[in-house]
T-cell receptor
Framework: QKEVEQNSGPLSVPEGAIASLNCTYS??????FFWYRQYSGKSPELIMF????GDKEDGRFTAQLNKASQYVSLLIRDSQPSDSATYLC?????????????FGAGTQVVVTP | DTAVSQTPKYLVTQMGNDKSIKCEQN?????MYWYKQDSKKFLKIMFS???????INETVPNRFSPKSPDKAHLNLHINSLELGDSAVYFC?????????????FGPGTRLTVT
């Protein structure tokens, strides 16, 4: 079982719709959760982080964390073609003291005009 | 201003050669990381330094040797390059002493070994 799992996609989303991305993790004691956006040929860009159960909103992005069910999700509202990218979920596992993040393989999102 | 920078951006070399990649951050962060992203886009941590001290040392061939001359710089030297070393290498940094674990990535160095 992979430590951090994501559906590889592609997730096709009409422009203006909500894109919903899911990430599950195996370590129940995981502490911190991050979403990165990576355009093709570019570096990962941090777009959201969440440390506590519940929702966290930042602009068109909402991260949702449910530690009991061991998943974290990312919602992108009013999706734009510029949101087309691969979204990486990263998790800081239990016992980590130094930011040793575990990354999922990423979900490719394609926003169609 | 560039926050995390890496040189070179592209590196093409032959098997058996030795090469170095350099990273610099001007964010004032105290912790820096090296990641490898393979052809399947899987991102995996290799090393990390906090204030020049090695704190993360993953299972990586000892042909890879990181070095941090100060907390703003992190280099990666690779000896006897192999075909399997072809990947994109990312440097990242974070400010650890605030209990912040958000990491910010450099533009990457695409290494191709022929």
């Amino acid at each position: 079982q992979k430590e951090v799992e994501q559906n590889s996609g592609p997730l096709s989303v009409p422009e203006g719709a909500i894109a919903s991305l899911n990430c599950t993790y195996s370590d129940r004691g995981s502490q911190s959760f991050f979403w990165y956006r990576q355009y093709s040929g570019k570096s990962p860009e941090l777009i959201m982080f969440i440390y506590s159960n519940g929702d966290k909103e930042d602009g068109r992005f909402t991260a949702q964390l449910n530690k009991a069910s061991q998943y974290v999700s990312l919602l992108i509202r009013d999706s734009q073609p510029s949101d087309s990218a691969t979204y990486l979920c990263a998790v800081r596992p239990r016992g980590d003291s130094w930011g040793k993040l575990q990354f999922g393989a990423g979900t490719q999102v394609v926003v169609t005009p | 201003d560039t926050a995390v920078s890496q040189t070179p951006k592209y590196l093409v070399t032959q098997m058996g050669n030795d090469k170095s990649i350099k990273c610099e951050q001007n964010l004032g962060h105290d912790t820096m990381y090296w990641y490898k992203q393979d052809s399947k886009k899987f991102l995996k941590i290799m090393f990390s330094y906090n204030n020049k001290e090695l704190i993360i040392n993953e299972t990586v061939p000892n042909r890879f040797s990181p070095k941090s001359p100060d907390k703003a710089h992190l280099n990666l030297h690779i000896n006897s390059l192999e075909l399997g070393d072809s990947a994109v290498y990312f440097c990242a940094s974070s400010q650890f002493d605030r209990g912040s674990y958000e990491q910010y990535f450099g533009p990457g160095t695409r290494l191709t070994v022929t």
